[in-house]
C-alpha cells in the first residue's frame, strides 16, 4: 500500500507547486507590468521575479498575452476562482437589497475595493493599448465586459422603482465611474483613504442615481 500512497502525496505535492507557482509569477507580472510597463516587461523579467524559470512561465501561460489576461482576472476577483465579478457573492448580495440607497453604497465598498486590486493594472494596460495588440485586446474585453455588468446593475436598480434617472444614464455613470480613474486620482494621487473614497462614491450614486 505505501507505494500508490507515495505516489498520490507526490502528485498533491507536484500540483501545489504548481499553483504556487502559478500564484507567484501572476503576482511578478503584476508588479512588472504596473511599473515598467506591458511592453516592455518580458516573460524573462517576470521569470527572474517570480523566482521560476522562463520555461515555467511558458507551460503554465503560453504566451505574455495569456499571462496578462490571466492576472487581470485574477486581480478582479482577488483568487483564482473561475467566477464572474457579477456573480460572486459579495455583489448578489447587493442585488439582494430592496433599498436602493443601501444598495448603492454597498456597491461602492466593492468597488472601492476592486479598484485597490485593479486599477493600477488596469491603467498600464490603457497605455500600453496603442502599441501592443494584446494589451488593446484585453482594453476591449474589459469595457465590453464592465458595460454589460453596469447594465445589469442598471436595470436591478430601475426595477426597484426608485431610480432617478433613466436605466441607460445609471448604467453609463456606474461604467464611467467604475475604470479605475477616480479611484487612482483621489486615493492615489491626493491620498483619501479607501474608506473615504467609498463613502464619497456610494454619496454620488446615491445623489444621483436614487429618487428622494
Not at 476592486?114 to 496603442?130: E, F
Not at 488593446?136 to 426595477?159: C, F, G, N, Q, T
Not at 456606474?174 to 483619501?192: I, K, M, S, V, Y
Request: hydrophobic share 45%.
Amino acid at each position: 500500500m505505501s507505494g500508490p500512497v507515495k505516489r498520490q502525496y507526490d502528485s498533491s505535492r507536484r500540483q501545489e507547486q504548481a499553483r504556487e507557482n502559478r500564484r507567484r509569477v501572476m503576482r511578478a507580472a503584476h508588479t512588472l507590468f504596473v511599473t515598467k510597463g506591458y511592453g516592455r516587461t518580458t516573460i524573462a523579467d517576470i521569470a527572474a521575479e517570480a523566482g521560476v524559470a522562463p520555461e515555467t512561465v511558458y507551460s503554465a501561460f503560453k504566451n505574455k498575452a495569456g499571462l496578462l489576461h490571466r492576472t487581470w482576472d485574477l486581480a478582479v476577483g482577488g483568487d483564482e476562482q473561475d467566477i464572474p465579478m457579477i456573480e460572486r457573492p459579495e455583489l448578489r448580495a447587493g442585488f439582494a437589497e430592496p433599498d436602493l440607497r443601501k444598495r448603492f453604497t454597498a456597491f461602492a465598498v466593492v468597488n472601492t475595493a476592486a479598484m485597490r486590486r485593479t486599477a493600477r493594472l488596469h491603467i498600464a494596460v490603457r497605455a500600453a493599448a496603442a502599441s501592443e495588440a494584446a494589451a488593446a485586446a484585453l482594453v476591449a474585453d474589459i469595457d465590453r465586459e464592465r458595460l454589460a455588468a453596469m447594465a445589469e446593475h442598471a436595470r436591478a436598480a430601475a426595477a426597484t422603482g426608485r431610480l432617478a434617472v433613466s436605466e441607460g444614464e445609471c448604467r453609463d455613470v456606474l461604467w464611467t465611474t467604475t475604470d479605475g480613474t477616480l479611484w487612482h486620482q483621489l486615493a492615489e494621487r491626493r491620498e483619501w483613504s479607501d474608506e473615504r473614497y467609498a463613502a464619497w462614491l456610494g454619496r454620488l450614486w446615491v445623489s444621483a442615481f436614487v429618487l428622494p
